[in-house]
């Protein structure tokens, strides 16, 4: 899952992206709105972390401008401010959730992953797709009733696809979708976890036309 | 459900104590001309029976001329009477008891005791020659009697229309009251949304309505600095908290390597620090009072203590290369409180600082003159007038979104205003061609 954390705290912005990397998110961040926006826009993401006191840009002024932007990307957002009122305003210029500070890691994680299941599968926490059971919560796969063993990288690649099925996934949208900003990464590594996938889900699960991309096709 | 029944008592209770505002009112009005209509009544009873009695005097007096002139006429009684024997008298004097009347002379009298209530009768002696003349008229018409009816009737009828009178007043002159009444209990803390309307009339009641309006509006003002206040200070303190709360939950997650544990300790420790320093920091805005700061009152040179703050900030100056040039210096002691002073110092420089762009310059001036004198200008970004008047409030940066490339919670100025009014000085900020000037007098 990626993620986009806008931040103007250093601090709780780097405890946040040593949390989630270690759980295995792709985080990309930023510490004012502006940059926070562009990189919204620019960009696709799975959920957006975004406080609501922010320099040069507020998260609020960040959220309706990217809603205008028609981008439906899930956003939490997060603030020192806990009143209902305020809560309330947040959730109304189109947050989807809210969580005031201090808050628990954990639950800021959790809440992160109810937002992306509903966004991904409308709610529930299991995927059928061909003859896979994907469990978004447990981060598993379970085919012809067996367990596949995916690395993180393999089971956020399927997930990409699964989100994408039926339309043609790119190498650059892999790339973009599956390593940070930050990151410098050779082609070879997304071609690598690409023939790892497909070794382990078979060669029928997810097609592949050269030069174009790969899909799974499914009803 | 609750809420409207404690609604309905709420209503009542307004209305019974207004009803006895008005009764208070009426009772006293009321009161009040009943004992003056009684009194006139009573005077005039009294004036107008004196002179009904004058003219019947005058009447009888007449009359007594004309039996001795022998010009009787008809309807009056008389007899004359000589050492107490009738020696003459006609048919219409019948009254029996005249001798107890004898030994005044010249008197005239309404025969009390004979009176009723549509008639009286009356006696009048006068003396000619050696003989007593008693002139007795009978069925007079009582207009004393009648009159005196009219007024038992009178008095209490004006009594209530006066009294209906007054109710209706109180009414009218109480209603704008009963709206200020309605409009003041539906204000709240929560609430200022409404002034009251002005009435139409200039009067005590719209001198009422329009302080009232003032009162709501300082309300207004004052609640929200203080919503500001609290959202601030939480949110200063939520941030470190934040930080503290994450690092221990994401270290505890997996057993990790010491420099971990080390690296997060050491940020832990960091923001605990700042949390101190934020409680430190409001706890010396409330600890001094005007009562209890002459207490800590010493002996401080003024000048020794500004040059002992200039000294700690020689690394910051230098860091963004900023020239600070001190104007004029005067050896000034005075009795105050050394820690503010030092503070005072220190958080005005420490602003001019942090506002003021590199390689710029900063003036300090210090000087006795009637009143002493404290300046520092910069030659910094300033402040727009309208955010002027609220830089000493607690928490306020003039960046709404706070500029993290300044460090501090804006509890500076406020400290300084609040030190400054504890030693009874003055603090002015103003904007000037380029920068700010900050003038401290005490």
């Known amino acids: ?219 | 459900m609750e809420k409207s029944l404690y609604k309905v008592v709420e209503d009542w209770d307004i209305k019974l104590k207004q009803h006895s505002l008005k009764r208070r009112i009426l009772l006293w009005f009321g009161s009040g001309s009943a004992i003056i209509l009684i009194l006139f009544s009573l005077a005039f009873n009294y004036f107008l029976n004196e002179s009904i009695n004058s003219s019947i005097e005058d009447k009888l007096q007449l009359l007594s001329h004309q039996v001795i002139a022998q010009n009787i006429s008809e309807n009056v009684g008389y007899a004359i009477i000589k050492e107490n024997t009738i020696i003459k008298k006609n048919k219409k004097f019948t009254l029996k008891n005249y001798k107890s009347y004898l030994h005044q002379n010249n008197s005239f009298f309404i025969m009390e005791h004979e009176r009723d209530d549509d008639y009286i009768n009356a006696l009048y002696i006068t003396k000619y020659n050696d003989k007593l003349l008693l002139v007795y008229k009978t069925n007079i018409d009582n207009k004393i009697e009648n009159f005196q009816d009219v007024l038992l009737w009178l008095v209490p009828i004006l009594l209530l229309v006066l009294v209906i009178l007054a109710s209706r007043m109180i009414d009218k002159i109480l209603l704008p009251i009963n709206r200020l009444i309605e409009a003041t209990s539906s204000v709240s803390v929560m609430k200022f949304s409404h002034n009251i309307a002005l009435p139409k009339e200039s009067d005590e009641i719209r001198e009422l309505v329009i302080s009232f309006n003032k009162m709501i509006e300082r309300l207004r003002d004052g609640v929200q600095r203080l919503d500001r206040f609290n959202s601030d200070v939480s949110h200063e303190l939520k941030t470190p908290l934040t930080v503290i709360q994450g690092e221990i939950e994401i270290s505890l997650r997996k057993i990790r390597e010491p420099e971990v544990y080390e690296r997060s300790m050491q940020t832990i420790f960091k923001q605990s620090k700042q949390i101190e320093n934020i409680v430190e920091q409001l706890l010396l805005l409330t600890k001094y009072t005007k009562e209890n700061i002459k207490e800590s009152f010493e002996t401080c040179n003024l000048d020794s203590i500004l040059l002992d703050c200039i000294d700690k900030y020689e690394k910051q100056l230098k860091a963004k290369n900023l020239h600070l040039e001190i104007k004029t210096i005067e050896t000034i002691s005075l009795n105050a409180n050394a820690t503010l002073m030092n503070l005072i110092f220190s958080n005005l420089i420490d602003n001019a600082i942090k506002y003021t762009p590199n390689d710029k310059n900063i003036y300090i001036e210090l000087y006795q003159k009637n009143k002493i004198v404290f300046t520092i200008e910069d030659e910094g970004v300033g402040i727009e007038k309208e955010q002027l008047s609220k830089v000493t409030d607690r928490f306020f940066r003039v960046d709404e979104s706070r500029n993290k490339n300044v460090k501090g919670f804006g509890l500076g100025l406020s400290i300084v205003n609040n030190s400054i009014g504890l030693h009874n000085g003055e603090l002015s900020i103003d904007s000037i061609n380029n920068g700010l000037k900050v003038t401290v007098s005490l």
């Open chain 1, 1 to 219: 899952m990626k993620l986009l954390i806008i931040e103007d705290d250093v601090n709780i912005l780097s405890l946040l992206k040593r949390g989630f990397e270690e759980d295995g998110y792709i985080v990309d961040s930023a510490i004012d709105g502006e940059d926070g926006e562009y990189l919204a826009i620019t960009n696709s993401y799975d959920v957006i972390i975004l406080d609501w006191m922010l320099p040069l840009k507020s998260g609020i002024e960040v959220l309706n401008s990217l809603r205008k932007n028609k981008i439906t990307t899930p956003t939490i957002m997060l603030s020192a401010k806990s009143e209902i009122k305020d809560k309330v305003s947040g959730l109304s210029v189109g947050a989807d959730d809210y969580l005031s500070k201090p808050f628990s890691f954990e639950e800021l994680e959790a809440r992160i992953q109810a937002l992306h299941r509903r966004s991904l599968s409308s709610g529930v926490n299991e995927i059928c797709i061909k003859n896979a059971i994907v469990n978004i919560d447990d981060r598993t796969v379970i085919q012809d009733n067996e367990d596949v063993e995916l690395s993180a990288k393999e089971y956020e690649l399927l997930i990409f696809l699964i989100k994408n099925k039926n339309a043609m996934v790119s190498n650059t949208m892999i790339e973009e979708q599956l390593w940070s900003n930050q990151e410098y990464i050779n082609s070879n590594v997304i071609q690598v976890t690409i023939y790892n996938l497909r070794k382990k889900l078979g060669k029928e699960f997810i097609q592949s036309s050269r030069g174009l991309g790969y899909k799974i096709e499914a009803t």
